[in-house]
């Protein structure tokens, strides 16, 4: 890894990347994120040995989205260990991120953790018997824990836009709960959600809140152990196979990363053993996974050995 010159590579990439600024289309489903300009491109690496580069757009604070998933499935296995798996499966579901189409036929237990449905049930599992701000604080202190700047926050339009809006998440909730596997009261759950997808965070940020995900659960900055190598390496095998939706088995073909997605055009890849890579770019392709930031990694991989099939 050495040898590796991490800013030039990611100079390389965006290079790459600058006759397909503003492909795709950006989510409209609510005015704070239809409004990004679409042509904007960061992207940020950190390395397990405390080597970091970054390009373009890095420092801007975007909407996380469902890339916070990964996070809150963290802190749900830390709290209830693996009884979490009787409330969601680890399968991936070949359905669009908001589906509701298989949880009639499967009892209310969502396929995995990252469709909108098993990520509503984790975010209850982390709520747990506490009020809603409690459990938002605690998920905005872990961000900020792991990419080690206070300055992470909630953007409390998006939050209130998304529970405006959220008729489908209501949906998916109130379904759940006729089959007891929500636990809280539905609003509880989702204003809770509906927070921790509006986190702003920069791509610089990203990268690093994820480093504990490519070191085997140990933040390797600080030396602090997040979550067992176990975990990681569950988490790990659930990004890549269901971290972009009905997409993951392309995202896999093409970049051979876990990676997680969210529709404010972040994704978070992970180098197990190496690097966290964080990249944004608010277009979307048909699955709802940021266009350019899958083909800069893609780019990103080819140009490196970076690929766990390898
Ligand atoms: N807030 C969005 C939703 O719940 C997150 C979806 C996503 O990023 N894929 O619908």
Redesign the pocket.
């Known amino acids: 890894m050495a040898e590796l010159d991490l800013q030039g590579l990611l100079a390389e990439v965006a290079r790459e990347m600058e006759p397909h600024r503003g492909e795709g289309a950006v ?1 409209d ?1 609510i005015p704070p994120l239809a409004r990004v300009d679409p042509r904007r491109f960061g992207m940020a690496i950190i390395t397990c040995d405390g080597r970091a580069a970054e390009v373009g757009d890095a420092w801007m604070p975007f ?1 996380i ?3 916070s ?1 990964v996070f809150t499935l963290t802190m749900a296995l830390e709290k209830h260990g693996e009884a979490l798996w009787r409330r969601v499966g680890r399968e991936p579901s070949g359905s669009r ?2 589906s509701i189409v298989q949880l009639e036929a499967e009892k209310g237990v969502p396929r995995n953790p990252f469709i ?1 449905a098993g ?1 509503i049930v984790v975010t209850d599992a982390v709520l747990s018997e506490r009020r809603p701000d409690e459990a938002i604080a605690e998920i905005r202190d872990f961000f900020r824990k792991l990419a080690d700047n206070d300055t992470i926050d909630i953007d409390r339009e998006v939050a209130e836009q ?1 529970a405006a809006t ?1 008729f ?2 209501f949906s998916l909730a109130n379904f759940m709960k006729g089959f007891g596997n929500i636990h809280a009261a539905v609003e509880d759950s989702l204003h809770t ?2 927070n921790q ?2 986190i702003r965070i920069t791509c610089r940020q990203l990268a690093r809140a994820g480093l504990f995900l490519a070191n085997g659960g140990v933040d390797p900055i600080r030396g602090e152990r997040i979550t067992s190598a176990e975990r990681v390496r569950r988490i790990n095998a659930i990004m890549l196979t269901c971290g972009h ?1 009905d997409a993951s088995g392309e995202f896999a073909f093409q970049v051979g990363l876990p990676g997680k ?4 055009g972040g994704i978070l890849a992970i180098v197990p053993g190496h690097a966290a890579i964080a990249v944004w770019s608010p277009g979307l392709n048909e699955a ?2 940021s266009q350019v930031g899958t083909l800069a990694l893609e780019k990103l991989v080819r140009r490196t050995d970076w690929n766990v099939f390898d």
């Not at 997605?261 to 404010?264: A, N, P, Q």
């Open positions: 989510a489903y909407s989205q469902s890339i998933k991120f908001n909108n990520a998304e959220g489908r998440n959600y509906f997808c509006a939706y997605s969210g529709v404010g709802g996974n």
